[in-house]
């Protein structure tokens, strides 16, 4: 039984070590191919007809034009869109047009004829008085606590309302906020797609996803196959951010018309359509009321909350509100806006990063009410912290402190220096994630003439996953990371699970790790008769194997290799999600920090430092890792500062759906980004974690810290646009 | 993008005998940055696209006998803003420089930028340039739209970025067609319009006339240009405005300031020149021009906020064309 493990910081050769990706030559030359490049022989091009109206039935589509447009082979009405449907979005793919080229396809989607009767329609999620008028709203749950619990007589409702309104009589400080984020959208610079082949009775499809191991079966479902007949592929992904664990319909549709012309169809959405369905994060919007005691530690919160997930209600779950810091007594009650949009998909840490900007924000307005630097607030109040723990933050605060020079650039909030119309402000927030390792099995093979290579049907997002499934491989067998070969990204390899959650650096060390110990276990059996001693006593080191501190007693890779005889030793190793274990584990921390700087004539705000402190247990590549967090800090940022969905009340449409005028943040407005990765050996020792979506989480409320800092008046809803800057400083001074 | 004919005249009079005299059945392609987009969604679909790019006349930057400038339509942007002649109209070399996108510079044309379409998300998709007699903007997401020049069904703004900078600095445009030689040389700030319907379009050009040259007069004076821009990356700005100055003896003997990005055409504010001239520029006086720009403002129920952008810009503009710091971004 080989028991399993990382080796020691000061042992380690190539984990821990900052490689650059296998495979960023590749990427940065244009030579690896994403779905977007996949061209076939004989390939159809497809494009799809998006309903204009936020909301409508389906009279009528006739399609006989379109179908005689020269170059067009095949049309589809979706089965959703059929006469008499409703539709329920603006941007819901209705008929499908595959046809010789682009040209052809798009003639061919302008020449359908779609009468639709257009219905009432609501698509404002902040307004909420509005959509309870309309009939627009739903519970969306709640939950209160006490530390004081009701008698036996009591009823529990009228209970928790003395029971807070006690607290606030009691507290020192009291503070009342309003804060919001509006629905981004995911926003793949590769949009969704395929290029889908029908094979008499199997399929390959290319696929730009994040779950190949887990999508072959939803095109088997559809096309009456099993998900042995599917192959699907996805070498490299342009961007995915939780929108794309699944075939999509337009994928299924995209294999039924291979299947219906016997020609591979590529179907990739177009910018408007990726924008306007293929994935949203919700909208969050909260009323708070905290009481805190005369050192800022908050003892009760009573928030209400609305937001939306699309026409379904929902919005940012209220089990994360507040956020991390989590007082003994608290009651929040949320509530779900229906709007005819199109639902919302998981974004980089489902509902924290929201959440966060929705609670702690309030904790920031409490050190500005109070007159105190908001960090000793943070501090105070990590006492009720959640997720990792309170030292841990406490830690990475102070280092987050030091780097950002908080002591040297704090001022009360709106009381700092003024350059012109400049002023500057600092803000900070904390958040966790848990980062537990997914499922994963890895085929090692290792060759009798010292080849290796390994299988495993994971994916790379672009974040390094083949660097890290090498480098823990090299390491187990002493090898440098140009000896092994490591293949990924189809659905024939054995299964991974989908990239999402922050979940691939744990799987796939795992899988790795346990396959590589698992094959030097067997070499060492081998070895250990030509060395004369025991296979415990030997290691695997500099492209040898030695007796552990004796390196005269060794047998090189290669001809330690031979000793597998004729055949290639293959070994199948697995890790099951949840399963404890040595190698990974869940649950970090993470701290970060936003210097800016506002023009209080035009509202705008550029970025200064931002500093980002994270632990995310054991590191197996430090440059990969600190680049998921200049990436998620640049997301934050843009959500922060820039993007948001536009919503038209006078026609339902989303009006920014174009990178035109859907704006994120560009190279100019990030200013300085500082990495800190917090891995001291008692974090290290706790093994892998992922750390994809933990630093995606704090940046805007950190940001609308700093503004708020800043300004000294608070920018209640995100994106901080320069409109909602001056109508904060109106009402400030109103 | 619908499929279309296509032609590459090699001299101005070639083209203009390829332009067709019904709107829209014909578009003239140059950088191709606005065009191919609008193309691409099918906001204009004309049976046949002129590319200018090949028109060697219509190329490069040359002094003219009076001390002026001569600017082909066809020079792109950076040929522009490298030019020696250019140097002379801070205003335009400013302006360039705001559009902070290499690939905008190096592929997009001088006579592109000024004939570029509305800025309008009604209008780029779909909805026409009046959306809806205008009450859609009016009522709806109107936020970049028109704060001046919006009374009508126009509520799109212009969204050159230095054809304010040129009708500040007196600019006139060189315009060709439609018989062969006839040539007018028209104002810059009489080159744009508001349109009225749906087959007017934003400039006086008619379907078969093209844009050959912009000329300068001699630079005398002062100019500058400023753009509140949200981010640093390749966006439109919020408001912009740019500032040509007089300035003797300390103080502005004449002035020409003319706003960006706030009304369907470049808007020429007659009320801020008038507040600056026969004053130093200072702080508190370029801010009374920038008061007196947006007095008759009239914004949208979305878009007050551009009534204090396009303050600041006026302010801003007039300060830098002074050489003065602005005090902000």
Same mark, same amino acid.
């Given at each position: #039984?080989?028991?399993?493990?990382?080796?020691?910081?000061?042992?380690?050769?190539?984990?821990?070590?900052?490689?650059?990706?296998?495979?960023?030559?590749?990427?940065?030359?244009?030579?690896?191919?994403?779905?977007?490049?996949?061209?076939?022989?004989?390939?159809?091009?497809?494009?799809?007809?998006?309903?204009?109206?936020?909301?409508?039935?389906?009279?009528?589509?006739?399609?006989?034009?379109?179908?005689?447009?020269?170059?067009?082979?095949?049309?589809?009405?979706?089965?959703?869109?059929?006469?008499?449907?409703?539709?329920?979005?603006?941007?819901?793919?209705?008929?499908?047009?595959?046809?010789?080229?682009?040209?052809?396809?798009?003639?061919?989607?302008?020449?359908?004829?779609?009468?639709?009767?257009?219905?009432?329609?609501?698509?404002?999620?902040?307004?909420?008085?509005?959509?309870?008028?309309?009939?627009?709203?739903?519970?969306?749950?709640?939950?209160?606590?006490?530390?004081?619990?009701?008698?036996?007589?009591?009823?529990?409702?009228?209970?928790?309302?003395?029971?807070?309104?006690?607290?606030?009589?009691?507290?020192?400080?009291?503070?009342?906020?309003?804060?919001?984020?509006?629905?981004?959208?995911?926003?793949?610079?590769?949009?969704?797609?395929?290029?889908?082949?029908?094979?008499?009775?199997?399929?390959?499809?290319?696929?730009?996803?994040?779950?190949?191991?887990?999508?072959?079966?939803?095109?088997?479902?559809?096309?009456?196959?099993?998900?042995?007949?599917?192959?699907?592929?996805?070498?490299?992904?342009?961007?995915?951010?939780?929108?794309?664990?699944?075939?999509?319909?337009?994928?299924?549709?995209?294999?039924?018309?291979?299947?219906?012309?016997?020609?591979?169809?590529?179907?990739?959405?177009?910018?408007?359509?990726?924008?306007?369905?293929?994935?949203?994060?919700?909208?969050?919007?909260?009323?708070?009321?905290?009481?805190?005691?005369?050192?800022?530690?908050?003892?009760?919160?009573?928030?209400?909350?609305?937001?939306?997930?699309?026409?379904?209600?929902?919005?940012?779950?209220?089990?994360?509100?507040?956020?991390?810091?989590?007082?003994?007594?608290?009651?929040?009650?949320?509530?779900?806006?229906?709007?005819?949009?199109?639902?919302?998909?998981?974004?980089?840490?489902?509902?924290?990063?929201?959440?966060?900007?929705?609670?702690?924000?309030?904790?920031?307005?409490?050190?500005?009410? #109070?007159?105190?630097?908001?960090?000793?607030?943070?501090?105070?109040?990590?006492?009720?912290?959640?997720?990792?723990?309170?030292?841990?933050?406490?830690?990475?605060?102070?280092?987050?402190?030091?780097?950002?020079?908080?002591?040297?650039?704090?001022?009360?909030?709106?009381?700092?220096?003024?350059?012109?119309?400049?002023?500057?402000?600092?803000?900070?927030?904390?958040?966790?994630?848990?980062?537990?390792?997914?499922?994963?099995?890895?085929?090692?093979?290792?060759?009798?003439?010292?080849?290796?290579?390994?299988?495993?049907?994971?994916?790379?997002?672009?974040?390094?996953?083949?660097?890290?499934?090498?480098?823990?491989?090299?390491?187990?067998?002493?090898?440098?990371?140009?000896?092994?070969?490591?293949?990924?990204?189809?659905?024939?390899?054995?299964?991974?699970?989908?990239?999402?959650?922050?979940?691939?650096?744990?799987?796939?060390?795992?899988?790795?790790?346990?396959?590589?110990?698992?094959?030097?276990?067997?070499?060492?059996?081998?070895?250990?008769?030509?060395?004369?001693?025991?296979?415990?006593?030997?290691?695997?080191?500099?492209?040898?194997?030695?007796?552990?501190?004796?390196?005269?007693?060794?047998?090189?890779?290669?001809?330690?290799?031979?000793?597998?005889?004729?055949?290639?030793?293959?070994?199948?190793?697995?890790?099951?999600?949840?399963?404890?274990?040595?190698?990974?584990?869940?649950?970090?921390?993470?701290?970060? #920090?936003?210097?800016?700087?506002?023009?209080?004539?035009?509202?705008?705000?550029?970025?200064?430092?931002?500093?980002?402190?994270?632990?995310?247990?054991?590191?197996?590549?430090?440059?990969?890792?600190?680049?998921?967090?200049?990436?998620?800090?640049?997301?934050?940022?843009?959500?922060?500062?820039?993007?948001?969905?536009?919503?038209?009340?006078?026609?339902?449409?989303?009006?920014?759906?174009?990178?035109?005028?859907?704006?994120?943040?560009?190279?100019?407005?990030?200013?300085?980004?500082?990495?800190?990765?917090?891995?001291?050996?008692?974090?290290?020792?706790?093994?892998?974690?992922?750390?994809?979506?933990?630093?995606?989480?704090?940046?805007?409320?950190?940001?609308?810290?700093?503004?708020?800092?800043?300004?000294?008046?608070?920018?209640?809803?995100?994106?901080?646009?320069?409109?909602?800057?001056?109508?904060?400083?109106?009402?400030?001074?109103? | 993008?619908?499929?279309?004919?296509?032609?590459?005249?090699?001299?101005?009079?070639?083209?203009?005998?390829?332009?067709?005299?019904?709107?829209?059945?014909?578009?003239?392609?140059?950088?191709?940055?606005?065009?191919?987009?609008?193309?691409?969604?099918?906001?204009?679909?004309?049976?046949?696209?002129?590319?200018?790019?090949?028109?060697?006349?219509?190329?490069?930057?040359?002094?003219?006998?009076?001390?002026?400038?001569?600017?082909?339509?066809?020079?792109?942007?950076?040929?522009?803003?490298?030019?020696?002649?250019?140097?002379?109209?801070?205003?335009?070399?400013?302006?360039?420089?705001?559009?902070?996108?290499?690939?905008?510079?190096?592929?997009?044309?001088?006579?592109?930028?000024?004939?570029?379409?509305?800025?309008?998300?009604?209008?780029?998709?779909?909805?026409?340039?009046?959306?809806?007699?205008?009450?859609?903007?009016?009522?709806?997401?109107?936020?970049?739209?028109?704060?001046?020049?919006?009374?009508?069904?126009?509520?799109?703004?212009?969204?050159?970025?230095?054809?304010?900078?040129?009708?500040?600095?007196?600019?006139?445009?060189?315009?060709?067609?439609?018989?062969?030689?006839?040539?007018?040389?028209?104002?810059?700030?009489?080159?744009?319009?508001?349109?009225?319907?749906?087959?007017?379009?934003?400039?006086?050009?008619?379907?078969?006339?093209?844009?050959?040259?912009?000329?300068?007069?001699?630079?005398?004076?002062?100019?500058?240009?400023?753009?509140?821009?949200?981010?640093?990356?390749?966006?439109?700005?919020?408001?912009?405005?740019?500032?040509?100055?007089?300035?003797?003896?300390?103080?502005?003997?004449?002035?020409?300031?003319?706003?960006?990005?706030?009304?369907?055409?470049?808007?020429?504010?007659?009320?801020?020149?008038?507040?600056?001239?026969?004053?130093?520029?200072?702080?508190?006086?370029?801010?009374?021009?920038?008061?007196?720009?947006?007095?008759?403002?009239?914004?949208?129920?979305?878009?007050?906020?551009?009534?204090?952008?396009?303050?600041?810009?006026?302010?801003?503009?007039?300060?830098?064309?002074?050489?003065?710091?602005?005090?902000?971004?």
């Amino acid at each position: #039984m080989v028991e399993y493990y990382w080796p020691k910081r000061e042992d380690s050769e190539v984990i821990g070590k900052p490689l650059n990706r296998l495979d960023g030559i590749e990427k940065t030359t244009g030579a690896a191919k994403y779905t977007y490049d996949i061209n076939l022989k004989k390939q159809l091009v497809a494009h799809a007809l998006g309903c204009p109206h936020a909301h409508c039935k389906i009279v009528s589509i006739d399609t006989s034009a379109a179908e005689k447009t020269p170059g067009v082979v095949h049309v589809e009405v979706l089965p959703h869109a059929a006469p008499g449907s409703e539709i329920k979005w603006q941007g819901e793919l209705l008929v499908i047009v595959a046809a010789e080229s682009e040209g052809a396809a798009a003639e061919g989607v302008k020449n359908l004829e779609v009468k639709y009767e257009k219905l009432p329609f609501w698509v404002d999620a902040e307004d909420l008085a509005g959509a309870e008028a309309a009939g627009q709203t739903a519970k969306a749950g709640g939950k209160a606590e006490t530390e004081k619990e009701p008698g036996d007589d009591d009823d529990e409702d009228e209970f928790i309302d003395a029971e807070i309104e006690r607290l606030f009589k009691q507290s020192k400080h009291v503070l009342e906020g309003y804060y919001g984020i509006d629905a981004i959208t995911h926003c793949c610079l590769e949009p969704h797609g395929s290029n889908v082949t029908w094979n008499d009775g199997s399929v390959t499809a290319y696929l730009s996803t994040q779950n190949v191991s887990g999508t072959d079966d939803g095109f088997a479902r559809d096309l009456e196959l099993t998900a042995d007949d599917v192959e699907v592929i996805c070498q490299y992904i342009g961007g995915g951010f939780g929108s794309k664990f699944a075939p999509d319909y337009w994928g299924i549709a995209a294999a039924r018309i291979s299947k219906a012309t016997g020609r591979p169809v590529k179907l990739m959405l177009s910018r408007d359509q990726e924008l306007k369905i293929a994935g949203n994060r919700p909208a969050g919007y909260i009323k708070v009321r905290l009481g805190a005691d005369d050192n800022g530690l908050v003892h009760v919160w009573d928030s209400q909350q609305w937001g939306t997930s699309g026409d379904n209600g929902g919005g940012v779950s209220h089990g994360v509100i507040p956020y991390v810091l989590v007082p003994k007594n608290y009651r929040r009650v949320a509530t779900g806006v229906k709007t005819n949009t199109a639902r919302s998909r998981a974004w980089r840490a489902p509902n924290h990063p929201q959440a966060c900007a929705m609670s702690q924000t309030a904790y920031d307005d409490l050190a500005r009410i #109070m007159g105190k630097d908001s960090y000793d607030v943070f501090m105070t109040n990590l006492v009720n912290a959640q997720g990792a723990k309170p030292e841990v933050y406490a830690e990475e605060m102070k280092v987050g402190a030091k780097l950002i020079d908080w002591k040297a650039k704090w001022h009360p909030h709106g009381k700092g220096a003024r350059r012109g119309s400049i002023v500057d402000g600092l803000g900070m927030a904390l958040h966790t994630w848990g980062g537990t390792a997914n499922t994963s099995s890895c085929l090692l093979k290792i060759y009798p003439d010292g080849g290796v290579e390994s299988f495993c049907g994971t994916q790379d997002l672009g974040t390094g996953t083949r660097t890290v499934c090498a480098q823990v491989l090299a390491e187990t067998l002493g090898l440098k990371v140009n000896q092994v070969k490591v293949n990924i990204g189809t659905s024939k390899y054995p299964n991974s699970g989908a990239s999402g959650g922050s979940t691939t650096v744990g799987a796939v060390s795992e899988s790795h790790r346990r396959a590589a110990q698992d094959a030097i276990a067997s070499i060492f059996e081998k070895a250990a008769a030509q060395l004369e001693c025991d296979a415990g006593d030997l290691e695997a080191k500099g492209g040898k194997i030695q007796v552990k501190g004796d390196a005269t007693r060794s047998l090189e890779w290669k001809k330690a290799c031979t000793l597998l005889g004729m055949k290639p030793l293959e070994v199948t190793s697995s890790y099951e999600r949840g399963a404890p274990s040595p190698l990974s584990n869940s649950g970090v921390g993470g701290v970060q #920090m936003a210097h800016v700087e506002v023009d209080t004539e035009t509202g705008v705000i550029k970025m200064k430092t931002f500093v980002a402190v994270q632990d995310q247990g054991l590191v197996i590549n430090p440059k990969t890792c600190k680049s998921q967090i200049y990436g998620a800090v640049i997301m934050g940022i843009a959500a922060a500062l820039y993007e948001h969905r536009i919503m038209d009340n006078a026609t339902g449409a989303f009006v920014n759906a174009e990178l035109s005028e859907y704006k994120l943040a560009r190279l100019g407005d990030i200013g300085d980004i500082i990495v800190e990765l917090y891995e001291p050996e008692s974090e290290r020792s706790r093994g892998v974690i992922g750390n994809g979506e933990p630093p995606a989480i704090s940046p805007i409320a950190a940001i609308a810290n700093a503004v708020c800092n800043a300004l000294g008046t608070r920018v209640p809803v995100a994106p901080f646009t320069p409109k909602r800057v001056l109508e904060a400083l109106k009402n400030a001074r109103a | 993008m619908k499929n279309f004919e296509y032609a590459a005249p090699r001299t101005e009079s070639e083209a203009v005998a390829l332009l067709s005299d019904q709107p829209g059945h014909t578009e003239i392609l140059a950088g191709g940055t606005d065009l191919v987009g609008l193309m691409k969604k099918m906001v204009v679909q004309p049976e046949r696209v002129v590319y200018i790019g090949g028109v060697p006349s219509m190329k490069g930057v040359a002094p003219t006998a009076d001390g002026g400038v001569r600017i082909g339509a066809g020079t792109t942007l950076d040929e522009v803003l490298d030019s020696p002649y250019v140097q002379a109209y801070p205003g335009i070399t400013q302006a360039i420089r705001g559009i902070n996108s290499m690939q905008l510079q190096c592929q997009g044309t001088f006579g592109g930028d000024i004939c570029q379409r509305a800025r309008c998300w009604f209008f780029r998709n779909g909805h026409g340039l009046l959306a809806d007699g205008g009450r859609i903007a009016a009522d709806g997401a109107g936020e970049l739209h028109a704060i001046f020049g919006n009374r009508g069904s126009a509520r799109f703004v212009n969204g050159s970025r230095i054809a304010p900078a040129l009708i500040a600095l007196g600019a006139e445009a060189r315009v060709i067609g439609p018989a062969e030689g006839e040539e007018h040389l028209i104002p810059l700030d009489a080159f744009f319009r508001t349109p009225r319907h749906e087959r007017e379009r934003e400039t006086v050009l008619e379907p078969n006339q093209l844009l050959t040259h912009v000329v300068l007069p001699p630079a005398s004076g002062h100019s500058g240009a400023y753009e509140v821009r949200h981010g640093e990356g390749p966006d439109y700005p919020l408001a912009a405005s740019a500032a040509s100055l007089d300035i003797r003896g300390g103080v502005v003997r004449d002035a020409r300031v003319v706003l960006g990005q706030v009304a369907p055409i470049p808007w020429v504010s007659q009320a801020a020149a008038d507040a600056i001239r026969g004053l130093a520029v200072s702080e508190a006086t370029a801010e009374a021009a920038g008061d007196a720009a947006v007095a008759d403002a009239t914004p949208l129920s979305q878009n007050e906020y551009k009534v204090q952008l396009a303050k600041v810009a006026v302010k801003r503009a007039i300060l830098l064309a002074a050489g003065l710091e602005t005090g902000g971004f």
